[in-house]
């Protein structure tokens, strides 16, 4: 199985080396906030941050390794990473993409499918998706649904399956949505072609000029059989129970240097939170984030 350092690699082969960005997600805009909880939250986990309001730094983004990735193109998920503050140098954080699912579910078939994507040879690439049906689902849930007109006016989901606990030692296995309150904005074919390659970042900077995007934070309450070891398998959600946890609202603009300054880390979650013990796409994530960190800090 390749390692943390082998995907960061073939992120870098497959979009291009492009020092001081980072590896996945390149493209983004920085911003700060302020998530509240709801009465319910402390009901499913006892993490600080669904006991009371806390700030929050957040990055809205586009997938992919191109720091100049068309914010038009349907295919290329965006992602909105937070972190939210709990004081004394503690946090936690949830790194979101506006898909259910992932690319694909363990570490070689990524590996495999960038590797495709470096040798620029469009069979190769067919190839892999025969061989890997599950990695279908990414690209066929997105291509069916028009373009977001604004990294506020689209759904985002943690995609893996998280268990809380809550202060009297109770579990629930769930899924994290975020739902933009305003509801989904979205784009046609054609307004999204004269859109061009790059509105999101101004959209989002007049957007929140005049109001916050608020999002709402949702439990999507797993049930037995629903598969937790697996980034591209669909929850039939629309039948799962849902639970309101809070509400974060992005409200300004943060300079760039103040993400690039770490790493949002999908395994740094507080007490209360856990991820998948079996989810191998999980499990690599975080170290190839601290890689692509460490590599774009270096001078
Ligand atoms: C093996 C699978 C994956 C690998 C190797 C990977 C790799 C990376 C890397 C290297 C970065 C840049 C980290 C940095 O320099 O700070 C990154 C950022 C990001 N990833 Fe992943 N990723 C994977 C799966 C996922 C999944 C499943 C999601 C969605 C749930 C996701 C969402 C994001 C987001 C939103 C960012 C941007 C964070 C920011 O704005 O700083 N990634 N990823």
Redesign the pocket.
Known sequence: EPG?AD??GA?SEAFGKYPHK?????K?VCVTGVFTPSKEAPGLSKAPQFSKPVPVIG???L?GGNPEAPDNDKGN?K???LRFDLGDGASTDL???SAPV?V?NT?QA?LDLLTAVTSGDADKVKAFFDAHPESKSQGTWLNARPLPASYAGVNY????AFTLTNADGEETVAKFKLLPSSGEITLTDAEAEAKGPNFLADEITARLAKDPARFDVVAIIGQEGDPTDD?TALWDEDNREKVSLGEVSIEAIAPEAT?DA???L?ANVADGVAGPTNDP??A??SS??I???T??VAP
């Open positions: 943390p995907l960061v992120l980072r590896a996945a997600h390149p983004g990055r809205f983004s997938a998920p992602g909105l990473a790194v979101t993409i992932f694909a570490p990524f989901w943690g995609v893996h980034a993400c770490f790493s949002f999908p796409i999980f690599i994530r190839a984030y890689v692509s960190f590599r774009r």
